[in-house]
């Protein structure tokens, strides 16, 4: 079961020098745009379109909740600076956040952690909030230098960074390995390291940064492993990259929210539900395979449920009876609620969407219209 956690969750998508057209980035922010809106104050998310994409799809990016963050910032004020962006310009540009440090500015592009350090002070300096991101190359992990490498590259950043402006920096983690090469940390490797630069920043800066400051994972996050990531408790969200130009960056986003407090479902109370309510969702065990209901041409029965319940599920459509195996988990979303001779009943006919879940759930029951994706906590009444 999650735990709830201390921090505000935080997730970004690094766009990188991608997509090629304007189109192809306005056809992804469509995109997410079809998955349902999460809720601010719960998650902060922001992504990272390369710069004259990001000035053309800041304003329908934000109307989605989505913070417009740019990818670099200049370490140098305006002036005869050639291809460089100031942390003043951006903020002028209405952007509220820079990423600084990326693996590949300072592999690529030979930024030092000095550099790193002076584009921080800068950002700061212009109100901007700032992703500083560190990580160590394979052959620093294999040497037993992850730690050591972490310390040295935030070591600037904490000499320029005044303790009051802590609460506006973010760190992303990302080990260079798993930067878009599909070799995830594994999250025993992320929480580890994550909690060493917590304790870091812990002796370096005070307890109560290091206690307040988020720190993202980042290296091949994908919809399919950052559930298992995120229930450590050092990590407080993701820097994505390859998975951020796809629409399921959202499953990412809505799989780091806190985990909903859902009352422990009493089936006496469900009982008292309006019979025909509708707008159901259930994520349940099957325990009684689907067969043709007695006696009604055409409409198939399957049970779900557990100890605390157990509940019909009746449909028309055979090909579901394929999904209703004993053991199955089975996630059943926007439901009616009927009565039938006290025996509750969920009709799966017409609007409801009937699949086997990604994961296993408790059996729980919730009025809510969508939650594909949102995590419980089941609290006992
Ligand atoms: P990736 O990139 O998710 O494609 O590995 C992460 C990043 O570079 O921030």
Not at 270 to 295: H, M, R, W
Not at 308 to 329: H, I, P, Q, Y
């Amino acid at each position: 079961m999650a735990t709830s956690r201390p921090r505000k969750p935080i997730v970004g998508g690094n766009w990188k020098c991608n997509p090629k057209t304007l189109e192809e980035a306005q056809k992804l922010l469509g995109e997410w745009k079809n998955y349902p809106s999460f809720d601010k104050r719960k998650i902060d998310v922001f992504a990272c379109p390369m710069m004259p994409h990001l000035m053309k799809v800041k304003a329908p990016m934000e109307k989605l909740g989505v913070s417009a963050c740019a990818q670099n910032c200049s370490k140098t004020d305006e002036g005869a600076f050639t291809g460089e962006v100031s942390a003043s310009q951006l903020r002028d540009s209405r952007v509220g956040w820079t990423l600084v440090g990326h693996s590949e500015r300072r592999t690529k592009y030979g930024e030092t952690d000095e550099d790193v350090a002076e584009k921080t002070a800068k950002a700061l300096a212009a109100g901007l909030k700032v992703v500083v991101a560190i990580g160590e190359l394979l052959d620093e992990r294999e040497a037993g230098k992850t730690n050591e490498v972490n310390e040295r590259m935030l070591k600037p950043v904490i000499d320029k960074v005044k303790k009051e402006d802590w609460s506006k920096i973010v760190i992303a983690y990302e080990p260079v390995w798993a930067i878009g090469t599909g070799k995830v940390a594994t999250p025993e490797q992320a929480e580890e390291t994550q909690a060493a630069i917590r304790a870091f920043l812990a002796k370096a800066v005070s307890e109560e940064v290091a206690e307040k400051v988020r720190i993202q994972y980042g290296g091949s996050v994908t919809p399919e492993n950052c559930a298992e990531l995120i229930k450590k408790p050092n990590i407080d969200g993701f820097l994505v990259g390859g998975a951020s130009l796809k629409g399921t960056f959202m499953d990412i986003v809505r799989k780091s929210l806190p985990p909903i407090r859902l009352k422990k479902p009493k089936f006496s109370k469900i009982q008292d539900l309006d019979p025909v309510s509708k707008g159901f969702n259930v994520y349940a065990k099957c325990t009684k395979a689907a067969k043709e209901a007695d006696g009604v041409d055409g409409v198939y029965e399957a049970q779900v449920g557990d100890e605390t319940g157990l509940v019909t599920v009746s449909f028309r459509n055979k090909d579901l009876c394929d999904l209703c195996k004993e053991g199955a988990s089975l996630r059943i979303q926007n439901t009616a609620v009927r009565m039938v001779k006290g025996h509750i009943r969920l009709n799966v006919d017409k609007w409801a969407a009937f699949k086997v879940a990604d994961e296993e759930h408790t059996f729980s029951v919730s009025e809510k219209n969508d939650v594909s994706a949102t995590e419980y906590e089941l609290v006992e009444t």
